[in-house]
């Protein structure tokens, strides 16, 4: 690989879809400093540009991400960012849906930016796995405390104890993936999910995705307590009464683009 390339790169494939790719293929996309720097600036632009409705999270050359660079963490540590996490993902409280798509190895962090996605798209071809107890380390960016509630509870713990390896076809059987293709089409689902997000209210998508969020773990009583701020505004808005409208006048709504 030139060493000049950057080692996350952006496209827009579609109007209003951020395409992130890690670049590191010469090592499977690990999760070095620089990368998990350049990803955290990733989103941040997805975030701040009002032009930017989804993101699509990929990695290069056949692979999505091995997780973090073996030989850079007696350096250089955990690739964290301030409090956002592994490559500024893991932690953060992202607004706009994000979606991974999946070809090849999604393993130790990478799976952990994986599982920090709202949606997953996988080819045939592509596994999962966290292996950190073989290296003597915790899988803390998520595995642990995300996949027993992705998986059933023994399948999520043999993975973690053992180092056992997810294929594709498996992972969806369970729901922890949303779309398996043909190997090389993980990205083309991806996008195509993408579109369907947005052609949606932007507020009521980002609305949802935080009350999922912010709700998750807690009983009914202390659900609604916290959904429901957050949710009674949107049915006042212009632009639910403009939805309704249009069902009613059997037209689509103004926010399809």
Known sequence: MDT???????????????????NRPHVRNAVDQVLAGALDSA????????????????????????????KAFPAEGVPLVADRGLGGLTRAHIRKPLIAAVEGAAVAGGFELALACDLITASETAFFALPEV???????????????????YHVAMEMLLTA????????????????????????????????????????AVHITKRIVQDTRGLDDHAAYTVQDPLSAPVFTTHAAAEGAR?????????WIR
């Open 164 to 203: 056992a390896r997810l294929p594709a076809a498996d992972a969806a059987r369970y729901g922890l993936v949303n779309r398996v293709t043909r190997e090389g089409g993980a990205l083309d689902a991806a996008i195509s999910l993408a579109e369907a997000v947005q052609a949606h209210s932007l507020d």
């Open 4 to 22: 000049n390339e950057p080692v996350v790169t952006t496209a827009e494939p579609r109007p209003g879809v951020l395409l992130i790719t890690l």
């Open 43 to 70: 989103l941040t632009r997805l975030e701040s540009d009002p032009s930017l409705r989804v993101g699509v999270l990929s990695g290069a050359g056949g692979h999505f991400c091995s997780g973090m660079d073996l």
């Open 134 to 152: 073989a290296r003597g380390l915790i899988a803390a960016e998520g595995g642990a405390v995300r996949l027993p509630g992705r998986l059933p």
């Open 246 to 254: 249009a069902f009613t006048e059997k037209r689509p709504p103004p």
